[in-house]
């Protein structure tokens, strides 16, 4: 089987092992641990010593992964950002989607564009050339995996910045959103997501995604999702796509639960060329 076209759905044998790598990391980072270490005070050996099977990703901090999410046709990426697990950091770097790219193989484009061309691995490829890192590894999803996802937790707590309105017969968008904090979760967070009817155009669209993100990560590393996370996983089904093998999710998964979350986004400032719009994006040095 293709590994790009491995699918989460399929990998329900591989949910005892991502479990065990996720209450590892809990062992690791909530008070229980310091529970063991007190219980074990006056031995110099402890009986039963917790071990993290997955901790080797931890030390792994050259290694991205890069998160695509499609659009309503699954063409294009209209979300796309990597991950890092480093130093007790989890780093996101959102990339806008109408950055310019002139590709080795494909010639110039937006970088959403890349995975209708070329897929993940041209995608993985462009991105190692400018961010000048590798990228090793991504995680494909479509907007109703992000959906199911949300719902399962509950929704996601967001603060909505303005009055978001905006329908579109032909795509089945209705966008009805008031101004205020409050819990988001089926097609109003869809609709939080993708719109983008203002001046701020893809700019606001990137921010409104890292309040997603933020509320996403905060709800995830909880306890009580980290250890429910390999469901959610296995009921976005065939929603979410990825390469990675179960070890190195469940040391993800594990990693980013015992981190910090830092989120930002590649500058950029529009332009056009031969009548299209850009973005001249300020690449990683």
């Known amino acids: 089987m293709n590994p790009e ?3 989460i759905s399929g990998w329900r044998q591989m949910i005892a092992a991502i479990s065990a790598g996720l209450i590892g990391g809990l062992l690791l980072s909530i008070p229980l641990s310091r529970s063991l270490t007190a219980k074990t005070a006056l031995s110099t050996t402890p009986l039963f010593p917790v071990v993290n099977p997955f901790h080797a990703w931890q030390g ?9 999410g499609l659009d309503a046709g699954r063409g294009n990426t209209d979300v796309i950002f990597t991950i890092r697990v480093k130093g007790g950091e989890t780093r996101i770097i959102q990339i806008p989607r109408d950055s310019y790219v002139d590709t080795r193989s494909f010639g110039p484009m937006k970088v959403n564009a890349l995975y209708a061309y070329g897929g993940t691995k041209a995608v993985k490829s462009e991105l190692t050339r400018l961010m000048h890192r590798p990228i090793n590894h991504h995680i494909l999803i479509n907007l109703e995996g992000i959906r199911t996802i949300a719902d399962l937790l509950g ?12 329908q579109d017969h032909s795509q089945g968008l209705y ?3 008031q101004p205020g904090l409050q819990v988001l979760k089926g097609r109003d967070l869809e609709g939080f997501l993708r719109w983008r009817h203002d001046g701020e155009g893809d700019f ?10 933020k509320s996403l990560f905060s709800k995830l590393t909880r306890p009580e999702s980290l250890v429910r996370l390999p469901a959610l996983i296995d009921a976005a089904g065939r929603n979410v796509k990825t390469d990675m093998g179960p070890m190195e999710i469940g040391g993800l998964i594990t990693a980013m639960g015992t981190t910090e979350l830092e989120t930002t986004r590649l500058e950029a400032k529009p332009f056009f060329l031969n009548g299209i719009s850009y973005l001249e994006t300020q690449w990683p040095e």
């Open 155 to 166: 929704g996601l707590e967001v603060d909505v910045p303005k009055r978001l309105y905006y």
């Open 60 to 68: 792994s901090g050259n290694r991205d992964v890069v998160v695509l």
């Open 204 to 213: 606001g669209r990137l921010r409104r995604q890292q309040l997603v993100l």
């Open 5 to 7: 076209h491995r699918s």
């Open 175 to 177: 966008i009805d959103l």
